[in-house]
């Protein structure tokens, strides 16, 4: 709840909103904006309804924050937050392209396919050790034997890796071997997780759950955000849609509105949206242009023998080309200002 005073607005006025916002237990902060004072308060449990605070002495107009009145939001940190992965910045203007495939299905197939994206320009490689599958008798990765192979992959191409974590009490281990932590769609209202990830020090990338809403997302973060980490990237994957033509369907608009909500890098991932490769190109050139920070690619050296999305993965050749036209689209998006 943001509430902006009159100019004239006296101080015993101001003071009057600050006591009730305090007996809400509500964190407080004042500002003052063209000369007026402008007192935002948030609660764990939101805020009531606006009308009773329009009509305090002083009050000019109430803004409820649906949005904003989070650590993540928008209003309470106006800049970008820059998420630093080593040497590698995500947030800050530049295109991270995360590529590698779905699981780690050996350690030949993993190096194999981080050597080749590596070289085709990717600057984070992912590759997956536990596997959240709708069967469980689905191949369920590798387990601590393929979190050894990533950190061989950091250790021979330099990049940073990224990695799925889907328990709590597994938190510790995958973050011993990844520079970042990724929680995907089915966890994303995961709390037991979410507060796990928030408790340890590496940064975390926030898939959007699959039927979840872009604001149910931007909660998901600020429970992570609440127990100390801020190092939190959003990404869109596509949520459930009625049409069966494409795995999910490829929300765009929540790159900019999750932008405008928060202070967070967000990236799309286009495999798991799209679940087939002819039309990842196009989705993550999308992406790109719409304001994603970066995005995430499906790659296998041989699509037809993965173990876990076969369908979706792009060759490297194909990859490699990706990121030409990414890279285009991208400098293309950087107008010269100065003529
Ligand atoms: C993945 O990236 O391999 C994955 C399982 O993604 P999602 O959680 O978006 O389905
Ligand atoms: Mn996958």
């Known amino acids: 709840m943001i509430i902006v005073m009159h100019p004239e607005a006296t101080s015993e006025e101001v003071a009057q909103i600050v006591a009730r916002l305090q007996d809400l237990d509500a964190d407080i902060h004042i500002t003052s904006e063209g000369g007026r004072t402008v007192v935002s308060g948030t609660t764990e449990s939101r805020l009531a309804d606006e009308a009773p605070w329009a009509a305090l002495p002083g009050v000019e107009r109430v803004v409820p924050v649906l949005r904003g009145g989070r650590r993540v939001g928008r209003h309470f940190k106006p800049e970008d937050t820059v998420v630093e992965v080593g040497d590698l910045t995500i947030g800050d203007g530049s295109l991270t392209i995360v590529a590698g495939p779905c699981a780690i299905e050996s350690r030949e197939q993993m190096l194999e396919t981080a050597r080749l994206v590596a070289a085709a320009g990717a600057t984070m490689i992912r590759g997956d050790a536990f596997k959240p599958r709708t069967s469980p008798y689905a191949f369920q990765g590798l387990g ?45 209202s995961n709390q037991a997780l979410l507060r796990e990830v928030g408790r340890q020090s590496k940064p975390v990338m926030l898939k959007r759950g699959r039927a979840s809403t872009i604001d149910e997302w931007i909660d998901a973060a600020e429970y992570i955000h609440n127990e100390g980490n801020s190092q939190i990237v959003l990404v869109e994957r596509g949520i459930r849609g009625f049409d069966p033509s494409a795995r999910n369907t490829l929300d765009i608009s929540a790159v900019p509105l999750a932008k405008l909500a928060t202070h967070l890098p967000v990236m799309v991932d286009p495999s798991h949206a799209a679940g087939r490769r002819d039309i990842v190109a196009p989705l993550a050139r999308a992406a790109v242009a719409a304001g994603a920070d970066g995005v995430m690619i499906d790659v296998h050296p041989r699509p037809s023998e993965a173990m876990v999305d076969g369908r979706q993965a792009l060759v490297p050749e194909e990859f490699g080309a990706l990121v030409l036209e990414l890279e285009a689209v991208a400098g293309a998006l950087r107008v010269d200002s100065s003529g």
Not at 150 to 163: C, F, K, N
Not at 179 to 184: A, C, F, K, S
């Open 144 to 188: 601590k034997a393929g979190l050894e192979i990533l950190a061989e992959v950091r250790d021979q191409t330099g990049l940073p890796v990224v990695a799925e974590v889907l328990d709590p009490r597994e938190v510790d281990l995958v973050a011993s071997y990844a520079d970042v932590l990724r929680v995907g769609t089915r966890n994303m």
